[in-house]
Every structure is written in C-alpha cells, then in structure tokens.
C-alpha cells in the first residue's frame, strides 16, 4: 500500500513567521512530487512540484526534497494570514512506469496568527 | 470559461435517483481525474483518462460510472447511491504523462454531493 504521511496539525504560526510542512512517502521509485493549498470549502490549489533532490523556490515558497530519506517539505516565508488553509502533500507512484497516479496525504492544516 | 470547470457544483439526490456530474477543461490537456474528497480523509483518486482511454479504476464501485467522450470533457454518472457517497466531488486534468510531461493536475472547483 502506498502511503504519503502529513502531520494533520493544526500547525499554528505567528504573521512573518517560517511555516514548515513535512510529508513523507512509502514509494521509493517515486519521481514527481506536489504540493497543493485548499482553503475550506474550496477545491486544491497547484503551488508547487519539485522532481529533483534540493530546494526549489517561488516566491516565498520553498519546496525541498530528499529521495534517500522519501521526504518532501514546504517552506513558506513571511507567513500571512491569508496562508492559513490546508496544505495537502502529493507523490506520483510508479515510478518509471508513471500513470499519472498521484496519492495525497491528509494534510495539514496551518494556522497564521496575526 | 478558463481551467477546469465542473457542473453542478451542489447536487442533492436520494438513493434511487440517477444523475451526472459534468466537468470541462479549456487547458488543453489530455488527462483527466475524477476524485472523491470525504471528510476526515485524503484525496481518493477514483478514475483516471488518458486520451480519451479509461487507464485507472481504484476499485470505485460500479454505481460510479465515468465517461470521457473527448479529452476535454468528463462525465461521472451515479445511480443508486449510499449515503456514505456523500461527499466532494473533484475533477483534475492534467498533460498526459505518456507525452514525456509531468503531470501537474488542476483542480476543478468540486461537486458537493449529498445523497438522502
């Protein structure tokens, strides 16, 4: 069975802060990772993917990925309260054998308190 | 009309009605997803398309039928259904990964279904 593991949270953060996220994944031969934003009653929301190992930035998101230790994080600097929504984590399983596939994590829920 | 479209986006239905959720994408993709989103849960991916081509069911039961007569529209139609189906229905699409892309999917707005 193939997993992804977020910490469901809440994880609550003061305005300006560092909102670190972390997911985790079973797949080893995973290659395409995600991250999207759904706030309550809305649908999820594309903000990053990241295929290699290291850091990949936009904006004031960073997202950072290490395949030996099938880890994957999401950085957001200078949290806003409009970042508070859920951020739901998703892998690509089968790896070279890619079928468009992706398995979400629960999520987890971020807090920014002004 | 941009991205990904879905109608209706309430339905309300008792368990020996028939109807059809609707979605549309004007991104110009050839994959597209239909996902269950319950509470408590993550994301359930329960059919997917590529090329027109049904490549995934993740064991959905058969109430659930989709149909996708073009890669721009999909259709998820449902009979006969539980309560327990009550849920957020999301459509996605994506480029096809058979193309060599990465398969970025987007997200429609979602079809809340309550079944009575």
């Known amino acids: 069975q193939k997993e992804v593991e977020q910490n469901s949270g809440p994880l609550s953060v003061p305005e300006g802060a560092i909102a670190s996220l972390n997911c985790t994944y079973s797949?080893?031969?995973?290659?395409?990772f995600f991250w999207y934003r759904q706030y309550s009653g809305k649908s999820p929301e594309l903000i990053m993917s990241?295929?290699?190992?290291g850091d990949k930035e936009d904006g004031r998101f960073t997202a950072q990925l290490n395949k030996a230790s099938q880890y994957v994080s999401l950085l957001i600097r200078d949290s806003q309260p409009s970042d508070s929504a859920t951020y739901l984590c998703a892998v690509n399983v089968g790896g070279s054998s890619n079928t468009g596939k992706l398995i979400f994590g629960q999520g987890t829920t971020l807090q920014v308190k002004p | 009309e941009t991205g990904v479209t879905q109608t209706p986006r309430h339905l309300v239905m008792g368990m020996t009605n028939k109807k059809s959720l609707k979605c549309e994408q004007h991104?110009?993709?050839?994959?597209m997803y239909w996902y269950k989103q319950s509470a408590k849960k993550p994301l359930e991916l329960m059919f997917v398309?590529?090329?027109?081509?049904?490549?995934e069911n993740n064991s959905v039961p058969s109430r659930f039928s989709p149909e996708c007569p073009n890669s721009s529209h999909l259709f998820l139609h449902l009979h006969t259904l539980q309560p327990e189906d009550s849920a957020l229905y999301l459509c996605?699409?994506?480029?096809?990964?058979?193309?060599?892309?990465?398969?970025?999917?987007?997200f429609g707005p979602g079809t809340r279904l309550t079944v009575t």
């Open positions: 996605a699409s994506s480029q096809s990964w058979t193309s060599g892309t990465l398969n970025e999917q987007y």
């Open positions: 797949d080893r031969g995973s290659q395409s």
């Open positions: 398309y590529n090329f027109k081509e049904q490549t």
């Open positions: 991104l110009g993709h050839n994959a």
């Open positions: 990241i295929y290699s190992n």
